[in-house]
């Protein structure tokens, strides 16, 4: 059964800082990996996708970085800001291919301090 | 922001009796999703519909079923509802199996 960790479960920087959050997958037979971004009380933003068969994915400050055979993900924020405060949730496709079955790790926390 | 509404956004509601969840799209896209939020649990998925009439299982489906007989609509029914299902639940759209998922603002539900 797949299982997806998020590490830390809570992390709070000053404005400007980089930062690194991390995800780990049991079973590394994914299709994609998905990382998505929660404010409190609302639903799930996407904020980047990254097929099985790519190594990375970036959008703005955002870098998503793929090692299947390892099993882990990286999700990197160049210089943060008070406005990236949210939960960062991390998922993986698996099961059968073509229904998108995800398999969501329980989140890292973050907030950015001004 | 992909038009996905639910309703209701919030439900009291006693054991034993059932409720039923809306999630509307006006994206038209094929696959919708129901999951649910616990603490320490993240997003496990109830059901999930690949079509019109077309839909199955996720992960946690006891005490749950679907239906969807629109596109633009997909019903979640809790037949007679027990506390252990009270917790957000989230539905989600997605166009094809590889694009991103779009998800609903929730439904708080509690069980009394």
């Known amino acids: 059964k797949q299982e997806v960790t998020q590490i830390p479960a809570a992390l709070s920087v000053p404005e400007g800082e980089n930062l690194v959050l991390n995800c780990s997958f049991t079973?590394?037979?994914?299709?994609?990996l998905q990382w998505f971004r929660q404010d409190p009380g609302k639903g799930l933003t996407s904020l980047l996708l990254?097929?099985?068969?790519?190594r990375e994915q970036t959008s703005g400050r955002l870098n998503a970085s793929l090692d299947k055979s390892s099993g882990r993900s990286t999700l990197y924020i160049a210089a943060s800001q008070p406005g990236d405060s949210a939960t960062y949730l991390c998922?993986?496709?698996?099961?059968?291919?073509?229904?998108?079955?995800?398999?969501f790790g329980t989140g890292t926390r973050l907030l950015v301090s001004p | 922001d992909a038009g996905i509404t639910q309703s209701p956004r919030h439900k009291v509601t006693e054991t034993g009796t059932p409720v039923t969840l809306r999630c509307h799209q006006t994206?038209?896209?094929?696959?919708m999703y129901w999951y649910r939020q616990d603490p320490g649990h993240g997003l496990r998925l109830i059901h999930y519909?690949?079509?019109?009439?077309?839909?199955d299982k996720g992960e946690v489906s006891d005490g749950y079923s679907v239906s969807r007989s629109k596109t633009e609509d997909f019903l979640l029914t809790l037949e007679s509802a027990t506390s252990s299902q009270t917790s957000v639940y989230f539905c989600?759209?997605?166009?094809?199996?590889?694009?991103?998922?779009?998800f609903g603002d929730g439904t708080r539900l509690s069980i009394l």
């Open positions: 989600a759209i997605s166009e094809v199996y590889n694009q991103p998922q779009h």
């Open positions: 079973d590394s037979a994914i299709y994609n």
């Open positions: 990254i097929q099985s068969s790519q």
């Open positions: 998922a993986v496709e698996a099961g059968a291919r073509g229904f998108q079955k995800l398999v």
């Open positions: 994206e038209n896209h094929r696959y």
């Open positions: 519909s690949y079509g019109v009439k077309d839909t």
